[in-house]
Structure formats: structure tokens, C-alpha cells
């Protein structure tokens, strides 16, 4: 696919806040990693988004290109379980909850796979402006929270599903509900999730986390990486929990992230991504 080919300009400002912006700040990072010649994520297709897209994400956003590379690398974590889920079922669905602008589908399609992007109307109708969905993608206009979205979902192909940068903006009680709902609907499928750690969270939810004049919305779910095996306790149905580790990074992220990952009291406090696997049919 060519990018950015046969797509309509964008003719206003999204007039996006709180959590729907954050839509923005995401896709933001990511282009601005992807530019680089040395980057950790190749993806032309945000750069092309900012490009057309009318905002003063500099501006509004800053541009911290540490950030960027953090936002990029975990990125690639989900690419990673993606790309391994098609390896293994070249015809599966992957669906996508709270999928904003991402651009994942991009990166690791294998031409053969369905695609569900699951967001809240405002930002279905934003993406399907700037991403006209292709054959083998659905967007739908609903809250992820809400259980309607699974009976869009053909049960008779394997299932994977992704929550990037969703989870931590529910409270606690409805990110429980949520995976329970997958794991009881969607058996011998997974879920790959983000968590922000307990202390980010606290200082999210304080109003104290803020870069270059933005603050990001209150986190009120959040969980240290040495807590995951408490999402078993969401449903008998998840069966298994997988940490999924940041590999490369360049210059002082490069040089850290083993040190981060391999230092205990580091490693159990830092942001994480964790695969969920649901227990088969019967």
C-alpha cells in the first residue's frame, strides 16, 4: 500500500480532549521516532498522519524525543505479539480496543488477516476519515467497556485482542469486568494490555504529571509489573500471564533498558506489557 495515497485532506482541526486526545499524543510520538534514520519503529504512515492532519502538535505536545522513543518501543511490544499471533493463524481477527490512531495495521498485516478497530464514535468518525478502513477491516463506534462489540466478532477464527493505552484511563472495577468479559467470550484467544505503574498513576491522578505545558487525563487503574499475576483473578478463564519485554533502543534508553529490566526493585515498578491467555473450549 502506498502511503497516504488516494486519501482525502483533512478539512478542520480535530477538536479532541481529555482521553480522545491522547489519540493524538501517541500517534505524535510515534512520527516523530519514525522520522529518524536510526528509529526503533518503522512507520510511515503516522508520519504521513501528521503531515495531514491540522494540529499544533509540536506545540501542544513538545518535542521529547526520549518520549518518543519510550512510546515507540512499546509500540513494537504489541507489533511483536501481533506479527507472532498471525505467524500462527495467518487468517485470525485481531481486535483492536480503543484503537484510536494507531497504525499498527499497517506495520504487521499480513494480508490475509481481519481487523476490528473499536473506539469511541468521535474518534471512529476521526479515523475513518484519515484511515478509510480497507477490505479486511471494520471500524466500530462503541465504548470498549461495552460487551456489544464481541458479538461483531467471527468466532469461528482464532482471536486475538488488544488494549494499548485504554486500560489504565478505567477505573479499577470496569478494567476487571472488561478482561473477564474477554476471557469468558473469546476461549483460546489473548489479550495484550499496557499498564502504567501504581506511582505514575498516583501522579496522573494528583494532576502532577505534566511535559511541555500538557498533562496527561487521570490514570485510575494502574499496576506495577511485578503485580500481573493478579489479573488471573479476573476470571477462572484467564489461564495463563506472559510479561512481554522491550528488546533495543538507542543511546541512553538502549544503554538503560537492561539495566531496568534486570534490576528487581526497577523492573517490578516500571511500565509493562502483558499477554492474557484465555483457556480453550471445554
Known amino acids: 500500500m502506498t502511503v497516504g495515497a488516494d486519501r482525502p485532506e483533512p478539512v478542520e482541526r480535530p477538536e479532541l480532549e481529555a482521553v480522545p486526545e491522547t489519540a493524538l499524543w501517541t500517534l505524535w510520538h510515534r512520527a516523530l521516532e519514525a522520522r529518524r534514520p536510526d528509529t526503533v519503529l518503522h512507520d ?57 490512531l494507531e497504525t499498527q495495521y499497517w506495520r504487521v498485516d499480513n494480508g490475509r488477516a481481519r481487523w476490528l478497530s473499536v473506539d469511541l464514535p468521535d474518534l471512529v468518525a476521526l479515523r475513518e476519515k484519515l484511515l478509510p478502513p480497507g477490505p479486511r477491516q471494520r471500524y466500530l463506534a462503541v465504548e470498549a467497556t461495552e460487551p456489544g462489540w464481541a458479538d461483531e ?32 467470550r473469546f476461549p483460546g484467544g489473548s489479550l495484550v494490555l499496557d499498564a502504567v505503574p501504581r506511582w505514575f498513576g498516583r501522579l496522573t491522578v494528583n494532576g502532577r504529571m505534566r511535559s511541555h505545558g500538557y498533562g496527561p487525563p487521570p490514570m485510575p487503574w494502574a499496576m506495577d509489573a511485578g503485580e500481573r499475576d493478579k489479573l488471573r483473578t479476573a476470571s477462572p478463564a484467564v489461564s495463563a500471564v506472559r510479561d512481554v519485554r522491550p528488546t533495543g533502543g538507542r543511546g541512553l534508553v538502549g544503554a538503560l533498558l537492561p539495566l531496568a529490566l534486570s534490576t528487581p526493585v526497577l523492573s517490578a515498578r516500571r511500565p509493562s506489557v502483558t499477554v492474557l491467555d484465555f483457556a480453550g473450549r471445554g
Open 44 to 100: 510511515p504512515e503516522a508520519v504521513d498522519l501528521v503531515d495531514r492532519i491540522d494540529y499544533p502538535f509540536a506545540e501542544r505536545f513538545g518535542t521529547n524525543g526520549t518520549q518518543a522513543q519510550l512510546q515507540a518501543l512499546r509500540a513494537a511490544c504489541f507489533d511483536r505479539e501481533v506479527a507472532d499471533f498471525l505467524a500462527r493463524e495467518p487468517r485470525g481477527t485481531v481486535v483492536c480496543l480503543g484503537d484510536g
Open 153 to 184: 466478532v467471527d468466532r469461528s477464527r482464532e482471536v486475538l485482542i488488544t488494549a494499548q493505552g485504554l486500560l489504565m484511563y478505567l477505573p479499577p472495577a470496569r478494567v476487571k469486568s472488561l478482561i473477564a468479559g474477554c476471557a469468558e
